[in-house]
C-alpha cells in the first residue's frame, strides 16, 4: 500500500456511495446519453422520459459493472499483497470487495424483495467485465485500444441507438474511457489524508466527475457556434 494511505471496511461503503452518486440518476451516465442525442442530432433518444430513464438505469449499471471491475484489479496493489500472493493473503481483500459489492446494492437502492437475485446478476456479469480485465492487461507488449474485447462498448450502444450501431459505439468506448479514469482516481483517493488529497475525496469525485461533461458541453457549443456562423454567412435569396 502507498506510504501514508489506510483502508478500511468503511472506505468500501464510501466508495460505492461516491461511484452511484456520480454516475446514477442524474449523472455522468444520462449526461452521456443527453450528449449523445445532442451531438449526433438523434433527439428521439432523448424524446421519450420513460424510456430514457430506463435506460440511463441499464448504462449505469452497466457503468457500474466495468468500475467493479477495476477496483476488483486494484485492490491487491491497494493492500500491498504480492502478485504472487496466496488464498489467506488475498483474504482481507476479498472481505473489502464483498462488502463494497454489498454497498453498492445499498446505494442503488434494489427493493427488498429483489435484493437477492439483483446482487446475483450482478456477479454473474461482472465476471465478463472481470475476465476481460484480465486477458486485457496479460499482453502489454501489443498496443491495446481501452475497448479491447471489452463487452461495454457494444452492450452501451445496442440500448444506446442500436440503429446507428457503429457511432453509437464508438461514443461507449469514450464513455468507457472516461469512466475508467473516473473509477481509478476516486479509488485512489480512499484512504488517504486530506493533506494528501489536495481536496477531499467527495469533493475530488465531483471534480473527475464534471470534467467529462465539461468536455461534453465544449462540443455541444462549439457545434452550435458553428451552425449559427453558417446561418449568418448564408447569402440571402436574390442576390
Not at 5 to 31: N, P, Q, S, W, Y
Not at 126 to 150: H, I, V
Amino acid at each position: 500500500m502507498a506510504a501514508g494511505r489506510k483502508l478500511f471496511l468503511t472506505h468500501a461503503g464510501e466508495l460505492a456511495h461516491l461511484l452511484v452518486r456520480a454516475i446514477a440518476r442524474d449523472g455522468m451516465a444520462m449526461e452521456f446519453v443527453r450528449d449523445y442525442a445532442e451531438r449526433h442530432e438523434r433527439r428521439k433518444i432523448v424524446a421519450n422520459p420513460e424510456r430514457l430513464r430506463e435506460m440511463e438505469s441499464t448504462i449505469s449499471r452497466e457503468a457500474l459493472l466495468l468500475i467493479t471491475a477495476e477496483v476488483r484489479r486494484l485492490l491487491p496493489r491497494a493492500f500491498g499483497v504480492p502478485g504472487d500472493a496466496g488464498p489467506d493473503e488475498l483474504a482481507f481483500c476479498e472481505v473489502f470487495f464483498d462488502e463494497f459489492l454489498g454497498a453498492l446494492g445499498r446505494a442503488l437502492e434494489w427493493r427488498f424483495f429483489e435484493a437477492e437475485a439483483e446482487a446475483q446478476a450482478f456477479r454473474r456479469d461482472l465476471e465478463t467485465y472481470t475476465r476481460w480485465r484480465g486477458r486485457d492487461l496479460l499482453a502489454p507488449s501489443r498496443r491495446r485500444d481501452a475497448q479491447d474485447g471489452s463487452p461495454f462498448p457494444d452492450r452501451c450502444a445496442i440500448l444506446l441507438d442500436s440503429a446507428m450501431m457503429e457511432q453509437a459505439r464508438r461514443a461507449a468506448a469514450e464513455f468507457q474511457r472516461d469512466l475508467l479514469r473516473f473509477g481509478t482516481h476516486v479509488f485512489a483517493q480512499l484512504g488517504r489524508r486530506p493533506s494528501q488529497r489536495g481536496t477531499s475525496t467527495e469533493g475530488g469525485a465531483r471534480s473527475v466527475k464534471r470534467r467529462p461533461g465539461r468536455a461534453m458541453r465544449d462540443r455541444a457549443e462549439t457545434r452550435a457556434a458553428r451552425k449559427r456562423a453558417k446561418r449568418t454567412n448564408r447569402p440571402s435569396r436574390g442576390r
